[in-house]
């Protein structure tokens, strides 16, 4: 058995990376669905449809856990998944099996409270003393989502959040696109924001795992020290925590890495192998 990472595509090797540093020993499958890559931009049933198949590639692969490494799987198509879809794959496979997201875990990290706290509305000062804003970057799938506004909202009245969809950016990380490409776009929407709330937001959060692989181009188009919500080392973070308690899952033992595509097999882009540390194929499924 072994834990599952899902992505539309590279985007979500980011996470990946972070979970085989955080838990070495245990046996790691990855799956990009890069043949329909990608999903930011596509309707509701298409996410939910696209995720579904995606975590039932990975269950077939021998995985018992699947991390939906995509803000907008988790988003759009993780409570349905848990709720319909779930219980039944448990019978089906005849094991411990589950779906988790990444959002959860970023908005713990970013309001610095647990996923179980939630302000009482009722009790609210209608006069903060002073606000802080969270810039959000994501696909326009996450932004029309909203679900960064409302959850954090629920928990911090001091902290207001906004949303910069980017359509396109994931894409051309996907397709390898140089550094210079990459900066003008970012620095677009880093200003786009900068005018929509009228300055820079306090914190930003990388609100798609492709985003990451070109955090230093969201760090250089920021202020500097503007402190960025890292994805990765918050879902490790709530990993780890979620093992701890859930201890009936096999996740293997012997450090096994598998790299599965529904797209082209073979080589990813320099930036990709430059971004995970060493050439990097992917197996066709």
Known sequence: ?????????????????????????????????????????K???????????????????????????????????????????????????????????????TIEAATGLPWTYEADLTARDDKVEAIDITGVFSTAATAISRVYEIEIDKRREDL?????????????????????????VVDEHVDALRRRIGRHPDT????????????????????????????????????ERYFARHPEYDLGSSGRRSFLTSGTAGPQSDMVNQFWGAPLAFEAV
């Not at 090797?13 to 972070?18: D, F, I």
């Open 1 to 41: 058995m072994a834990i599952g990472v899902f992505d539309s595509g590279v985007g979500g090797l980011t996470v990946h990376r972070e979970l085989v540093n955080r838990f070495p020993d245990r046996d790691f499958i990855y799956f990009a669905d890069q043949a329909n890559a990608p999903i930011g931009g």
């Open 160 to 184: 207001a959040v906004f949303s910069e969809p980017c359509p396109g950016l994931a894409g051309l990380i996907e397709l390898g696109a140089t550094t210079e490409e990459l900066k003008v």
């Open 204 to 239: 930003a959060i990388l609100g798609c795992t492709h985003y990451e692989i070109v955090a230093d181009l969201f760090a250089g188009a920021l202020p500097p020290g503007t402190p960025l919500i890292h994805q990765p080392t918050a879902v490790a973070d709530a990993l």
């Open 43 to 105: 309707t509701g049933e298409q996410i939910v449809d696209l995720t579904r198949g995606g975590c039932e590639t990975l269950f077939d692969a021998g995985a018992s856990l699947v991390v939906l490494a995509c803000n907008t799987a988790s988003a759009v198509a993780l409570r349905r998944l848990q709720q319909t879809w779930i219980p039944e794959q448990k019978a089906r496979y005849g094991r411990p099996v589950n779906v988790l997201g990444i959002i959860v875990p």
